[in-house]
């Protein structure tokens, strides 16, 4: 009989010590949550992300702004021969032809070799701007299309501008045509006169 009520006693005692460990476990998760939490008891992931689910990712646009319209004198340039090792920018001019201010997010080469330069605040309505891009031909052979892609407020989002260049392999390299190169150089083109595309 003393052998029953022992068991049974150290029974109890488990059980009892069981449930204040879970209780300690929950005052800790309500000690991490909301006012409102804590008087529920709900118990609250404190590693569950608290960032708002409507605001945009870097680089991306809210897509709560109100919409603009934009019109580009050109998307596409073409800078036709260049030899290996050229670094050649053109310069894309456009207008914010909506009633919103225009807000580029975000303006991203499809590669290293193409960083554009992009306004970083606002465009008012009817105002013009531009965006530059430069294209570093190193390590660049033949024929070469590129991409840059612009996140902003506007209908359709995302724009896409394109620069194109036929590059002459530097001498010695593998596919280094009948003629030679000389690399390093800098040119510049500047943009297209008003009304020419």
Known sequence: MKKGILSTLTLAFVLVA?????????????????????????AVDATANTANPATPAEGEVDPNLPKTTVEFAEMEHDFGKINEGDKVSHVFKFKN??????????????????VPEYPKEPIAPGAESQILVEFNSKGKKNMQTKTVTINANTDPNPMRLTIKADVTPAPGSETEGAQGAQGGQLKVNPPAPAGKK
């Not at 204040?20 to 804590?38: F, I, L, R």
């Open 18 to 42: 069981m449930v204040a460990c879970n209780q300690a476990e929950g005052d800790k998760a309500a000690g991490n949550a909301s006012p409102a939490d804590a008087k529920t008891g709900t």
């Open 97 to 114: 032809t909506g009633k919103e201010p225009l807000i580029i997010a975000s303006a991203k080469g499809s590669c290293g070799c193409t």
